[in-house]
């Protein structure tokens, strides 16, 4: 069972009827109680007006989502509305785009950033970066609604699960059908699912959720640039790394949804893996990789064997991690996966067997490889150059499959 962020989320009562405005003050501080019905996936629960650095009008939203277990849960997310009109026929679609990596404080989320690409927390000493602006401006442009998560815990109370594959995928679903709603668009729109690292995993996890957890939408076509979708290979790509940091994030995630896990890493991580972990909970990326860059995890660990070494021998661990790898579903939607074989802090074999598994299948992806050669490996240097060149042809994909 989820640990709730509200301890009576589905009492009856207190029903929040329609989505209600609400001061930034308390934007994201869930309320109290709602009803059965306004906890319902993707229900909206209160909309603020927000600055945009880009073309478009701004909406700040909360919208009820779903745990691990499918108890349902508050997040908050960002909803763009383009200025210019869709002229492709139909009804205008909704691409929802997860956000890469960004942290695990709640400064760091991207709902906080549209108005700037930075912000700088003088009283956590914190730098949070907004990474989607490029790929939001190119869809922007072409008419088509943007949807931007924050995930689950990221902004509201709780901690931010990191690489979750069923709260990742939830989420992106739910912020399509919140976006649906607070347009007031028809339920047949088209939706597309798209991003980058920990965004192309979400997107991946969200493609082969999506049948089951929400048939309803017209999901036409997913994008998943360098994506996150296994996360033991992931621990080991990264360890060593500038973003070592990040497998802190993702054990304070587990330690929250996964008993065992929690007592697996108590039992086995020494004084400074406990400070780590409680340093990086209200980091963002760029303090993380000051804090904990090119860090070996063994550093970490009673025994001085790495992370990798010590999920191995853990049956419990193994098991858990096990199941937030994507590629166990099957999309119903066609995908494109793009990974660059010199990435540095994504495995792309964990990407080229996504895309082996789901061809087994009978899906209808794709794989496209980048050829960003090594630029400074483990600085996560030629992850971030190698997103560029793939902006166009990923817009141009999902532009095609909106396409009436």
Same mark, same amino acid.
Not at 162 to 190: F, S, V
Not at 321 to 340: C, D, M, T, Y
């Given at each position: 069972m989820?640990?709730?962020?509200? +301890?009576a989320?589905?009492?009856?009562?207190?029903?929040?009827g329609g989505?209600?405005?609400?001061?930034?003050?308390?934007? #994201?501080? &869930?309320?109290d109680?709602?009803?059965?019905?306004?906890?319902?996936?993707?229900?909206?629960?209160?909309?603020q007006?927000?600055?945009?650095?880009?073309?478009g009008?701004?909406t700040?939203i909360?919208?009820?989502?779903?745990?691990? !277990?499918?108890d349902?849960?508050a997040?908050? /997310?960002?909803?763009?509305?383009p200025?210019?009109?869709?002229?492709?026929g139909?009804?205008?679609?909704?691409v929802?785009?997860g956000?890469?990596?960004?942290?695990?404080?709640?400064?760091?989320?991207?709902?906080?950033?549209m108005g700037?690409?930075?912000a700088?927390d &003088?009283?956590?000493?914190?730098?949070?970066? *907004?990474?989607?602006? &490029?790929?939001m401006?190119?869809?922007l442009?072409? /008419?088509?609604?943007v949807?931007v998560?924050? =995930?689950?815990?990221?902004g509201?109370?709780?901690? +931010?699960?990191?690489? *979750?594959?069923?709260?990742?995928?939830?989420?992106m679903?739910d +912020?399509a $059908?919140?976006?649906l709603k607070?347009a007031?668009a028809?339920g047949?729109?088209?939706?597309?699912f798209s991003?980058?690292? @920990?965004g192309? /995993?979400?997107a991946?996890?969200?493609a082969?959720?999506?049948p089951? #957890?929400?048939?309803?939408? !017209?999901?036409r076509a %997913?994008? +998943?640039?360098?994506?996150l979708?296994?996360?033991?290979?992931?621990i080991?790509?990264?360890?060593?790394?500038? !973003?070592?940091g990040t497998?802190g =994030?993702?054990? *304070?995630?587990? *330690? %929250?949804?996964y008993?065992?896990?929690?007592?697996?890493?108590h039992?086995?991580l020494?004084?400074?893996?406990?400070?780590?972990?409680?340093?990086?909970a209200? @980091?963002?990326?760029?303090?993380t990789g000051?804090?904990?860059?090119a $860090?070996?995890s063994?550093?970490w660990?009673?025994?001085?064997?790495?992370?990798g @070494?010590?999920?191995? $021998?853990t049956?419990?661990? @193994?098991?858990?991690l096990?199941?937030?790898?994507?590629?166990?579903?099957?999309?119903k939607?066609?995908?494109?996966?793009?990974?660059? &074989?010199?990435?540095d802090?994504?495995p792309?074999?964990?990407a080229?067997r996504?895309y082996d598994?789901w061809?087994g299948k /009978?899906v209808?992806?794709s794989l496209?490889n980048d050829g960003t050669?090594p630029?400074l490996?483990?600085?996560?240097?030629?992850?971030a150059?190698?997103? %560029?060149?793939n902006?166009?042809?990923a817009?141009?994909?999902l532009?095609s499959?909106?396409?009436?």
């Amino acid at each position: 069972m989820a640990v709730p962020i509200i +301890a009576a989320l589905v009492a009856v009562g207190g029903v929040i009827g329609g989505a209600p405005r609400a001061d930034a003050a308390d934007f #994201y501080t &869930p309320p109290d109680k709602v009803g059965p019905a306004a906890a319902q996936p993707g229900v909206l629960v209160r909309t603020q007006s927000m600055p945009l650095m880009l073309p478009g009008r701004a909406t700040r939203i909360m919208y009820m989502t779903s745990y691990t !277990d499918k108890d349902p849960v508050a997040a908050t /997310g960002t909803v763009v509305e383009p200025l210019g009109a869709w002229t492709r026929g139909g009804p205008r679609p909704t691409v929802v785009i997860g956000p890469g990596t960004v942290g695990q404080g709640d400064q760091c989320a991207p709902s906080k950033l549209m108005g700037t690409p930075a912000a700088f927390d &003088p009283s956590k000493g914190s730098l949070a970066l *907004n990474f989607v602006i &490029p790929e939001m401006l190119l869809l922007l442009n072409n /008419g088509v609604r943007v949807a931007v998560p924050d =995930y689950v815990g990221m902004g509201t109370p709780g901690v +931010a699960t990191y690489l *979750n594959r069923a709260e990742q995928g939830y989420a992106m679903i739910d +912020a399509a $059908r919140a976006a649906l709603k607070l347009a007031d668009a028809p339920g047949t729109a088209p939706v597309g699912f798209s991003g980058y690292g @920990q965004g192309g /995993g979400a997107a991946a996890a969200a493609a082969e959720i999506a049948p089951d #957890y929400a048939p309803e939408l !017209d999901v036409r076509a %997913v994008h +998943a640039g360098a994506p996150l979708v296994d996360v033991i290979a992931a621990i080991n790509q990264v360890d060593g790394t500038h !973003d070592a940091g990040t497998i802190g =994030y993702l054990i *304070n995630g587990l *330690n %929250v949804r996964y008993p065992n896990a929690r007592a697996a890493f108590h039992r086995d991580l020494n004084a400074a893996g406990t400070t780590m972990l409680a340093a990086v909970a209200n @980091q963002c990326i760029t303090d993380t990789g000051f804090a904990y860059g090119a $860090r070996r995890s063994n550093l970490w660990t009673q025994s001085g064997e790495s992370l990798g @070494q010590l999920i191995a $021998r853990t049956p419990e661990l @193994q098991k858990t991690l096990a199941a937030q790898r994507v590629g166990n579903g099957r999309p119903k939607a066609p995908v494109l996966i793009e990974a660059a &074989p010199a990435d540095d802090l994504v495995p792309y074999s964990a990407a080229r067997r996504l895309y082996d598994e789901w061809r087994g299948k /009978g899906v209808a992806v794709s794989l496209l490889n980048d050829g960003t050669p090594p630029l400074l490996p483990g600085t996560g240097i030629t992850h971030a150059v190698a997103k %560029v060149p793939n902006l166009i042809p990923a817009t141009s994909y999902l532009m095609s499959a909106f396409a009436d």
